[in-house]
Nanobody, 125 residues
Framework: QVQLVESGGGLVQAGDSLKLACAAS?????????MGWFRQAPGKEREFVAA????????SYADSVKGRFTISRDNAKNTVYLQMNSLKPEDTAVYYC?????????????????WGKGTLVTISS
């Protein structure tokens, strides 16, 4: 009922910036869905990166990205963004967009309702 499509991944050098986008579509999509970004590197479990409450704009970030990444939304476009600055090699992963029950729940990988297919971000040294 809701489809999420990520874009913006690619290969950049350490210290560079990259902006990801997640476009949501579907008849049942609501701006009350919390949206989040997650990532998964080879051999590692999927981890929380950032989340935003669409109704209020409150945000949450993993400690590993706080101060470098910024999540934002554009309700008119049904799109959530992840601005990534000062990228490090350890940021290399497939980044997934998700829609969930609440911002706080998404921070614990809880309450995810829809997942995107992911976009690969590779940071070279």
């Amino acid at each position: 009922q809701v489809q999420l499509v990520e874009s913006g991944g690619g290969l950049v050098q350490a210290g560079d910036s990259l902006k990801l986008a997640c476009a949501a579509s579907g008849r049942t999509f609501s701006n009350y869905y919390a949206m989040g970004w997650f990532r998964q590197a080879p051999g590692k479990e999927r981890e929380f990166v950032a989340a935003i409450a669409w109704s209020g704009g409150a945000t949450s970030y993993a400690d590993s990205v706080k101060g470098r990444f910024t999540i934002s939304r554009d309700n008119a476009k049904n799109t959530v963004y992840l601005q990534m600055n000062s990228l490090k090699p350890e940021d290399t992963a497939v980044y997934y967009c998700a829609a969930g029950a609440s911002r706080s729940d998404l921070a614990y990988l809880r309450g995810v309702i829809y997942w995107g297919k992911g976009t690969l971000v590779t940071i070279s040294s």
